[in-house]
């Protein structure tokens, strides 16, 4: 089964702080991705990347970075949280031409 | 802008009862997803359709797909309260493994 696993299901940061979330994937996944799911929004696309150092933007960039260093870790990082970032956040992984496959999640609570 | 949109976002049902669920998207798109999402849980992959008129059933579930009309239905048949959960489906339309989401629809089976 392939197994996509995020490093906390709940934290709990103040204003300001660098956030980081850590996810990680052990089927040799090519692409990764960042979501953030909120009441009646859906999923939407923060970052993805297709490769080890290749990352695109998605629809919702502004306020995140990410980091791929090796290809089974994805790294999203809030370079300043704020309480609009208070959300779920989704990592996912797939092959090429396949679906995605989703970590547990992690909420997150800027406070 | 992409959109995908789903209707209905709300939908209560008794069990026995069949219904269809319905996915709209605004750009040529040749591979369609559907996700099934329980309460406090992550998204589990349902269906992946990837051809004009493709159907694929599991259960009670039966999701097809019509490109030229942009449209995908998920119809259940003869619900149980077990099928109670948020579907979402999911396009790729650039066949970049880049996927965009609807909004979602709460299904809730009443027994």
């Known amino acids: 089964d392939v197994k996509v696993t995020q490093s906390s299901r709940y934290l709990v940061k103040r204003t300001g702080e660098k956030v980081f979330l850590e996810c990680v994937q052990d089927?040799?996944?090519?692409?990764m991705f960042w979501y953030r799911q909120d009441p009646g929004l859906g999923l939407r696309l923060i970052y993805f990347?297709?490769?080890?150092?290749?990352?695109e933007k998605g629809d919702i960039p502004e306020g995140y970075s990410v980091s791929r260093e090796k290809k089974e870790r994805f790294s999203l990082i809030l370079e300043s949280a704020s309480t609009n970032q208070t959300s779920m956040y989704l990592c996912?992984?797939?092959?090429?031409?396949?679906?995605?496959?989703f970590g547990q999640g992690t909420r997150l609570t800027v406070v | 802008e992409l959109k995908v949109e789903q209707n209905p976002l709300f939908l209560s049902m008794q069990e026995g009862k069949n219904y269809t669920i319905y996915c709209n998207y605004s750009t040529t798109s040749d591979r369609l997803y559907w996700y099934r999402q329980d309460p406090g849980k992550s998204l589990e992959s349902l269906f992946v359709l990837l051809s004009n008129g493709a159907v694929k059933q599991e259960g009670r579930l039966m999701a097809s797909l019509d490109t030229k009309a942009r449209l995908s239905t998920l119809h259940i048949t003869a619900a149980v309260h077990d099928l109670s959960a948020t579907y979402f489906c999911a396009v790729d339309p650039y066949n970049f493994n880049k996927f965009y989401f609807g909004s979602g629809t709460k299904l809730n089976v009443k027994p």
């Open positions: 990347s297709y490769d080890v150092k290749m990352k």
């Open positions: 996912a992984s797939s092959l090429q031409d396949t679906e995605a496959f």
């Open positions: 089927m040799d996944h090519e692409n």
